[in-house]
């Protein structure tokens, strides 16, 4: 059953960096040295620009009666944008400044025909120049980045700009007066046609007016009509007017008949507009207030003073009552006189209706009509000749919608805009922090070796019972570190308090495949169990590629081979080892050349484990690799515990789960495994997870010495 597998944690991907970190660092020095290297090797850009001003034609060039309006086209600055940027302004910019010249030579093309030096030269140009609008304004600035020549690089740009708006601006004059004189032809052609037309037509309102014999006003003296329809016409206005002025005279007569005196008096002055009045009602209400302030002052009402003050106020209240009355008499008076003007206004406007009706029979209605196109026709006339002379006048005083508000200025020396060396290096920096990161972790994802211990205990299915460390010397050798002692006896501790192993002696050490460390696992880890006072004996059960004898210091002639072939008895192939508690059984060689292959297969193999079990406290089987030899599966077999050597990051997952599916096929006891070369540096979480681990079982024998 497979465990669900624990979330990533930041210390995992930290784990992957630092694990990998020869690739991230060389990733990161190839590409920022090759970002500064690129950097310092381009081409110094010096950038000037200049700022235009481009306005919008209020109309077309052709449109007549709509001169003045606004019209707004959001399309406008774009268009010009495009229309600065276009070849016909690029390339006479080019031409003046006589540009393919200096830069063919500069950029090395001046061995091109003119025709191609002169294209590739505008092509530059147009990349070098950029055009951009200042935020909610029509103002335009164009910038220019030149590098070649070198020494003049920065005059080469500020005439660049400034050229380019002057190119830019006496095209734009030159557009311009060519498209007035396109609308002066075609309004001089109309105005041409419009005139013969006024012609014809006034001639024809003449021989109307002659056959009709109709009287005619001057056009200046109304719209054209006969004099009955004009009277008409003015009495139906002044009829108009009249009714209003009754309505208005009726509304104020009927509001001033309704009201009190009170208050009428507040607003007849409003209303009439009368000043005496209003002159009264003040003098009154000054003369009340001094009564009552006499009043307030305690004096009586026979006081001379009381009696003087409302004689005033009597003598007030008299006259206003007069002026009310009177105006009141002249309101009605006022409104009877506009009844009176209105019904003579209808009586002369029966009359006249009856004259006019008399004057529209017969040709009046053809002369109207007659006058009526005649009139729109020399309206169109004059709009035409107005709009003649006034494009005649702008056509001889050319003018712009470009103006140049700065000028381009040269830039200095040190002011060059690309390339940004700050910039380029940081960019560097985080691309090479980028790819380097990115690198490792793609290396990470292709690597399907065993990295973790919680990698393999997951994989395997199997406790890592032991982690050991790069660079592990074999411990009789004097250059071997104190420090790598350790974790050995954590791997003694954890073999001995393993439930796997109690009241075992027989341990094999094999691995996947070869070169993963088994050997020298397990010289080491006999040399501490002799260390440490218990008996062991190292058996070299590798024939194929025996490595002990090597460690050992000690010739290989004798050994296991020959005691199963019956060359030698078990104590003739035992050799005595610097330490007192430890053995070492060689692998041997045949004697008489015979073949070592099926010899661990064989019951004497099984006599010598038994025997060798019943003089040591532990014996230590230096087995084969599991993968591609059978020798391996027969000695795992046999033992009391295998214990199988995993070599950090070195072969894949895949081989290690099949060669731990071997050691279970034939029915061995899987103690645990050892992961080896181990980088401490990079991998120091693993280091120490070896001693938390020793400790997590519980013991359930003793040391045996």
Known sequence: MNEQQEPLHFLDYWRVIQSRKEVVIAVFLLIVVTGVLVTFGMSKYYRSSCLVSVQQRETGDFEVFNRGMSRYDPLFLRTQFQIIQSPPVIEETVRRLSLTERWSK???YDSMSATKAFDRTCLIFANRMRVQQYRDTKLIEIQ??????????PQEAANAANML??????QNVARFKKEKERALAALYSSLQE?????????????????????????????????LHKLSLTRMEELRIRTVLEIEDKKSRWLKIKSMKKDDLLAVAPLLVGDEALRLLVANKRAAEVELSTMKQKML???????QKVQAVINELDVKIDDALKAMKIGMMANYEAANSKLTALNDMMDVSRAKERSAESGGYRIFQKAQETLSHAKRIRDALEARYIQEKIELRIPRTTVEIMSRAKVPEKEDYVSPNILMNILLSILLGLSAGVGLAYFVEYLDTSLKTVEDVERFMGTPVIGVIPQKVKPFNDPASEVAHAEPYRVLRANIQFSTKFQDCKT???????????KSLTIFNLAYINAELGTRTLIVDADLHRPRQHKMMGVSNKCGLANILLGEVGIDDAIVKTELDKLDFMPSGKAASGGSIHGLLDTQKMKEVIAELRGRYDVVLFDAPPMMGVSDASVIVRDVEGVIMVIQHRKYPRTVSKRARDMVESVGANMVGIVLNNINISKDYSYYYHQYSYSYSQTPTTETKS
């Open 194 to 226: 419009q005139v013969k037309k006024v012609n014809i037509l006034e001639s024809e309102v003449e021989d109307v007016r002659q056959k009709y014999k109709i009287d005619n006003l001057n056009s200046y003296a109304g719209s054209g009509g006969s």
């Open 106 to 108: 500069a950029y090395g």
């Open 507 to 517: 341990l094999c050490v094999t691995s996947g495949s070869v070169g993963e460390g």
């Open 300 to 306: 009586g009402p026979r006081h001379p003073d009381v």
């Open 165 to 170: 708006a002057e190119v830019y601006r006496s």
């Open 144 to 153: 220019v980045d030149v590098a070649e020549p070198k020494k003049s690089a």
